[in-house]
């Protein structure tokens, strides 16, 4: 079902079901579908970005794209990104969605098949103290400063957590080094007030929070073990789209001294003051 075919708004009315766009065709997510041989399906082979909506309006979208362009080419799909689509057919799925009545998540994928998919999600919930748990994880060289859509090891972590009694997981190498949370960046704050974050040497994601927290505080990139985290650490945040900068009160049994602390507190309105400059200009 087109969008400009009719049907569809007074169809979404009465069912209040999120929207996809498949290859620019817009209908209802649950009927949109893609072929059981797409190596997106059966490898997790393709990219994806998660975009925040506020009253319609996508935040950085140009900057997600960015970030998926450098996605493709490093999977070698260059070929089947088209950018200027994405934008296009963002705009209108996000006007049959509701244009400024909705807010949440706009989820663009492209499947090695070579599918344009754009999909409107609610904004997942999230408690406003985050308890972490870590796991052992290593993250695959190869796929270095890739979003791609193989999140198996990524999600799987986060049900190990919850297993655990947590609300999230926190990524930790086998020699104890911190990365970050599955779908997250990590930050804490040391006793004399200073802001860290591992350096993308370590193979973290190049978020695109944390690039904006970097460049509106004082913040140190460096390595750090989680034993040393549990000795220094007095503050500690999570950064992401969805969660923007989401307090965290303990990671495994250690219960951090300010949750939130000041500089978590300062983080968040920096943060809220860059996101409604971002959405002013769009």
Same mark, same amino acid.
């Given at each position: ?18 929207? /996809? ?130 999140? /198996? ?105 300010? /949750? ?23």
């Amino acid at each position: 079902m087109q969008r400009g075919s009719g049907g569809l708004g007074s169809w979404y009315q009465t069912r209040m079901s999120e929207l /996809a766009c498949l290859d620019g065709v817009v209908a209802p997510a649950a009927e949109t579908v893609v072929a059981v041989t797409d190596e997106g399906l059966l490898r997790g082979d393709g990219a994806f970005e998660v975009v925040r909506v506020y009253d319609g309006v996508p935040l950085a979208l140009g900057e997600h794209l960015d970030r998926m362009e450098r996605s493709v080419a490093g999977l070698r799909l260059e070929g089947l990104f088209h950018r200027e689509r994405y934008e296009h057919e963002a705009d209108e799925l996000l006007t049959a969605r509701g244009g400024r009545a909705f807010s949440g998540c706009l989820r663009l994928v492209l499947t090695r098949g070579g599918r344009r998919i754009l999909i409107t999600e609610r904004l997942p919930s999230a408690p406003a103290l985050a308890r972490l748990a870590t796991v052992t994880f290593a993250p695959p060289r190869v796929l270095d400063g890739v979003k791609s859509l193989s999140y /198996a090891a990524n999600m799987l972590c986060g049900r190990i957590a919850h297993e655990r009694g947590c609300d999230e997981a926190l990524l930790v190498t086998p020699h104890g080094r911190v990365l970050e949370a599955p779908t997250s960046s990590f930050f804490w704050v040391e006793g004399g007030g200073a802001l860290c974050t591992p350096p993308l040497d370590d193979h973290v994601l190049d978020s695109i929070t944390r690039r904006h927290l970097l460049e509106l505080l004082d913040v140190a990139e460096r390595s750090v073990a989680v034993d040393e985290l549990r000795d220094k650490a007095r503050e500690a945040f999570l950064a992401s789209t969805t969660r923007e900068v989401q307090p965290v009160a303990a990671i495994d049994d250690f219960e951090l001294p300010a /949750a939130p602390g000041e500089v978590t507190r300062a983080a968040a309105d920096a943060f809220a003051r860059r996101r409604d400059e971002l959405l002013r200009r769009a």
